[in-house]
């Protein structure tokens, strides 16, 4: 199970920071990501970490804004979200797999509820 929170308004050029809490399979085994969704769009990979966290990649345009780190002893992946745009706004996902795929994060096979982020400008 995924459970992700920390979504919330916030004005653009402020920061959240998302938690992505599992639990019930062994966390530091699966591979994780963060996707986003905006109204009337298609999911959007943004963040993904590698079991251990020594590899991460990020999309584009989320790239020198947002930070994924994750604490294997906590069961927990966080994203770090500086700088934040109106173009943010979106539901955030948490997923996880146990085949670690670079990017971009295809094929996820669990996948949390979202978690809303809303940037006013």
């Known amino acids: 199970q995924l459970q992700a929170s920390g979504g919330g308004l916030v004005q653009a050029g402020g920061s959240l920071r998302l938690s992505c809490a599992a639990s019930?399979?062994?966390?530091?085994?699966?591979?994780m990501g963060w996707f986003r969704q905006a109204p009337e769009k298609g999911r959007e990979s943004v963040a993904a970490i590698s079991w251990s966290g020594g590899s991460t990649y990020y999309a584009d345009s989320v790239k020198g804004r947002f930070t994924i780190s994750r604490d294997n002893a906590k069961n927990t992946v966080y994203l770090q979200m500086n700088s934040l745009k109106p173009e943010d706004t979106a539901v955030y996902y948490c997923?996880?797999?146990?085949?670690?795929?670079?990017?971009?994060?295809?094929?996820?096979?669990?996948w949390g509820q979202g978690t809303q982020v809303t940037v006013s400008s």
């Open positions: 997923a996880q797999d146990q085949v670690w795929r670079r990017w971009p994060p295809q094929g996820y096979r669990y």
């Open positions: 019930g399979r062994t966390f530091s085994n699966y591979a």
